[in-house]
């Protein structure tokens, strides 16, 4: 019986923890204060840095925010969800308005430029997006392709995406599961990539091809 106790006096706990946590991040959604956004996600448990902007409607949702990590200097631009159970960003990176950040694993290098209205799913499969690293308005990165192969009977692929130092991906990109953008890279815009891109490699079209090699 005592056992039975303890036990309803857990979930009696989880609960209440579970309610306070929706209250907090309701609160944060709707306070356009960048201060309180902060002061809510800290105390859930992520590690956020000095000099770090939250805009309004922006938001973290996290099952664990002790495996949130934002280092100094980091925009958060008005509208933005991020939706990522283990987030690293790294220092003076910039994400845009509106921008969707979903998944399980997602690391963002140093001095990154996330532009406008980009979605990253890493929901399968980590996405790696090293330093320095620029990404236009719009783009698409997903690590897996279920949703097409599964309405059409076809198993779902999953694999992790990098890009690496320096790359730029133009507006309007799809960068599909398993690609590896090479260092110092050049996506063109509205190009879909379906195979890797070597380091300092011009690429642009449906599907992407090589147009030169930079340097």
Do not use: W
């Not at 996506?187 to 891109?197: F, L, R």
Request: glycine content about 12%.
């Amino acid at each position: 019986m005592e056992n039975d106790h303890n036990i309803r006096d857990d979930r009696q706990g989880l609960e209440k923890m579970g309610l306070i946590k929706k209250v907090l991040l309701g609160s944060a959604m709707y306070f356009p204060s960048s201060a309180f956004k902060k002061f809510v996600f800290k105390m859930l448990g992520a590690d956020i840095r000095k000099n770090v902007y939250f805009g309004p409607g922006s938001l973290i949702l996290s099952e664990d925010f002790h495996n949130i990590r934002i280092a100094d200097g980091v925009f958060v631009a008005p509208g933005v969800l991020i939706q990522v159970n283990r987030l690293s960003v790294g220092k003076n990176s910039h994400i845009g308005f509106q921008s969707l950040l979903v998944g399980e694993s997602l690391d963002i290098g140093a001095g990154c430029n996330i532009s406008n209205r980009t979605f990253i799913e890493c929901s399968y499969s980590p996405v790696v997006i090293e330093d320095d690293v620029t990404i236009g308005a719009s783009v698409m990165i997903s690590s897996h392709d279920g949703a097409y192969r599964q309405t059409h009977g076809l198993a779902m692929k999953s694999a992790p995406v990098l890009i690496k130092k320096r790359a730029f991906i133009g507006n309007n990109a799809i960068i599909l599961p398993g690609i590896e953008i090479g260092e110092k890279a050049i996506v063109g815009a509205g190009a879909v990539v379906t195979k890797n891109v070597e380091r300092m490699a011009v690429v642009g079209g449906v599907p992407a091809r090589v147009i030169k090699i930079v340097g």
